[in-house]
Every structure is written in C-alpha cells, then in structure tokens.
C-alpha cells in the first residue's frame, strides 16, 4: 500500500482546506485515516474511517469542525477542515491498517502503512 496525501497549505484562522490521500497498490485495509503532528509533540488521530461499514471516527478538538470520506471507486480519502485555528498547525499523515481495532482507533500502532505528511498551517 503507498499513500500520497496532499493539500495542505497557508490557511488564515476560520478558513477551510481539504487535504487528499491518494492510494495505490492493495487496498483492502480495514482502517484509513488521518494523524498529524506539530512540532515538538507526538503524533495524534484525528480522524478514521472503519472501511467495513463506513463508520467516522473523530478526535474530541476536531468534532464538528473536520469530515473524513473516501471515494472508493477513485481510491481517495479526504479530510475537509473549516473554521481553522492555530491549534490545527500541524504535519498531516494519513495512514493505513490492516486490521481494525476498535477503540483503539486512535492508536498509531492500528496503522501499518503511513503516507509522507502535508503542512498545514494556520496564521493570520
């Protein structure tokens, strides 16, 4: 599996990006979704999608704001963030896994196959 995300970029605070994850070879995984990591901390979920039946995953600082969907006849995963804020700065990796594990959703062991990561930054 390799994954390619793109769409990341300079965004004022309250604006909106949408990040793509383009995947190619097998793709029967049965997790996708999205981590990303600001400087100087760990890496955290903030978004997954439970291939098996469609079920949306979210972190608590992201809910309402952010929307994880896939196009699965294109092999794309999407991440559509709106109302922005500095907090959000970050390297955005999506990621891949094998298995689904639940609750365990958020963890970065579930993933086995990680793309290179997209800035996002937030700045007036």
């Known amino acids: 599996v390799q994954l390619q995300a793109s769409g990341g970029g300079l965004v004022q605070p309250g604006g909106s990006l949408r990040l793509s994850c383009a995947a190619s070879?097998?793709?029967?995984?049965?997790?996708i979704g999205w981590f990303r990591q600001a400087p100087g901390k760990e890496r955290e979920a903030v978004s997954c999608?439970?291939?098996?039946?469609?079920?949306?995953y979210y972190a608590d600082s992201v809910k309402g704001r952010f929307t994880i969907s896939r196009d699965n006849a294109k092999k794309i995963m999407y991440l559509q963030m709106n109302n922005l804020n500095p907090e959000d700065t970050a390297a955005y990796y999506c990621?891949?896994?094998?298995?689904?594990?639940?609750?365990?959703?958020?963890?970065?062991?579930?993933?086995?196959?990680w793309g290179q990561g997209t800035q996002v930054t937030v700045s007036s």
């Open positions: 070879g097998a793709t029967n995984y049965y997790a």
């Open positions: 999608i439970s291939t098996s039946d469609g079920a949306t």
């Open positions: 990621a891949a896994g094998w298995n689904w594990y639940g609750d365990n959703w958020s963890k970065t062991w579930a993933y086995d196959f």
